[in-house]
């Protein structure tokens, strides 16, 4: 790869928080597979608790720091840690995450057909469930996080992983491009129904179900109801407006009902109340 352009520091402050990002474009071999690579530091003036939306995206998170904690969806006061770092798999619930006022690492958010080919494992075995990044990596690369640790600054680190990503996906024995083609076919047009899928694919609807769970994790209908969930998401942070039966129409949904059981689905509480939430602000009801 050419080398990359220097990293910029971008920083955001709210009340008792301060969150340092650390980024730079993406070199063009990664730019099919990777929507991040940024490096983060974070402090705050006591315990942070964090609700993380669902993404169409795997999430890998490289801990050079004291390691999160993550919360049971189903059981909250279950939590898990995983010294080095994780890796989160498609899900349809919110992630509650928490850490005593400090945190900093690396994070990459990886299309599913990226994460398939870069850990080289089936998507449905990382589906829903959150997994140590040292057990999912090959023996040399299971201090990844101590290295990039001892490294000087960003770049250095951003370097390393940067070459580990394109270096591993590119040599991942995984056919991928018919499924790669169908979910870049559903992210551009998100209400594509499977049969429609199915048809333009020349598969039955049982065969391309089983290349999505293999490469994805989870059937074109869930991804479909997640890329329409992030693109609703991210209008909103963006400052976009609009009332829930045009957004409906907006992002593909059939209705504005259509829209509140897919939010409640996957928020757990209608739109109504979940707004706050999809801001990322403090729900102050």
């Known amino acids: 790869m050419n080398p990359s352009p220097r990293a910029t520091v971008t920083r955001f402050e709210t009340p008792g928080v301060r969150l340092e990002m650390a980024a730079r474009p993406l070199p063009d071999v990664l730019r099919p597979w990777v929507r991040q690579c940024a490096g983060y530091v974070e402090t705050a003036t006591g315990p942070l608790a964090r609700t993380e939306l669902p993404g169409p995206t795997v999430v890998v998170i490289i801990e050079l720091g004291p390691p999160l904690r993550l919360h049971e969806p189903l059981d909250p006061a279950r939590t898990a840690r995983f010294a080095g770092g994780f890796a989160a798999g498609l899900d349809e619930r919110p992630t509650l995450t928490t850490h005593d006022g400090f945190q900093t690492g690396v994070q990459v958010s990886l299309t599913p057909i990226a994460a398939r080919r870069f850990f080289d494992l089936p998507m449905s075995e990382l589906a829903g469930r959150i997994v140590s990044l040292r057990d999912l990596l090959p023996r040399e690369q299971r201090t990844l996080a ?35 083609w169908a979910c870049d076919r559903i992210e551009r047009a998100p209400a594509v129904e499977l049969k429609t899928l199915a048809r333009e694919l020349g598969y039955s609807q049982k065969h391309v179900i089983d290349l999505f769970r293999q490469h994805v994790g989870m059937p074109p209908k869930q991804f479909s109801r997640i890329v329409r969930f992030d693109r609703l998401v991210q209008h909103l942070r963006g400052g976009g407006r609009g009332s829930w039966a045009e957004l409906a129409a907006r992002f593909g949904w059939y209705d504005q009902a259509h829209l509140s059981i897919d939010v409640k689905r996957i928020t757990g509480m209608p739109p109504s109340r979940a707004r706050a939430l999809l801001l990322g602000l403090p729900d102050t009801r």
Not at 156 to 175: F, G, K, T
């Open 146 to 180: 101590e290295r990039l640790a001892e490294l000087p600054d960003w770049d250095a680190r951003l370097d390393v992983v940067e070459a580990l990503l394109a270096r591993r996906i590119a040599a991942s024995p995984a056919r991928t491009d018919i499924v790669a």
